[in-house]
């Protein structure tokens, strides 16, 4: 945006023109030169809003950052609390799993002696028979 000075002399020497009084002329170009003056002062310029706006940006972005790292730590917990529990349920598991089978071990263990016994008897009486 191009800022152009007010020329009030060429202001004054139009208004005369148009038939308006040297000093009525004089104080409206006084008067259109402050309110410009004003106006102004508060206008933004391109390079401060860019500034602005880059800096309130950075700051959505710090602030959008900090809640996706907050919302990671509070999944990655609840992921590691569930982990866990499941960590727990399985070796629960496999102690049950361990006990069953170390009781089907004993069993099948006394069930071999149980028919060892069993297959002796029945062979002794036979083996004594071919033996005499």
Do not use: C
């Not at 800022?3 to 409206?28: M, N, S, Y």
């Not at 006084?30 to 809003?49: D, G, I, Q, R």
């Not at 349920?89 to 049950?96: C, L, S, T």
Request: aromatic fraction near 10%; proline fraction near 2%; avoid cysteine.
């Amino acid at each position: 945006m191009a800022i152009t000075t007010f020329d009030t002399h060429k202001f004054v020497r139009l208004l005369e023109l148009a038939g308006v009084p040297l000093e009525q002329a004089e104080v409206q170009a006084e008067v259109l030169t402050e309110a410009f003056m004003v106006n102004l002062e508060s206008l933004v310029t391109k390079e401060y809003l860019e500034s602005r706006l880059t800096a309130k940006f950075a700051e959505q972005d710090a602030r959008i950052d900090t809640r996706f790292a907050e919302q990671d730590a509070r999944i990655a917990t609840r992921f590691a609390k569930q982990d866990a529990r499941i960590d727990t349920r399985f070796a629960e598991q496999k102690a049950f799993m361990d006990s069953a089978f170390a009781h089907i071990d004993s069993r099948f263990r006394f069930h071999s002696w149980t028919q060892a016994i069993i297959v002796a008897a029945v062979i002794m009486p036979y083996l004594e028979r071919l033996a005499a």
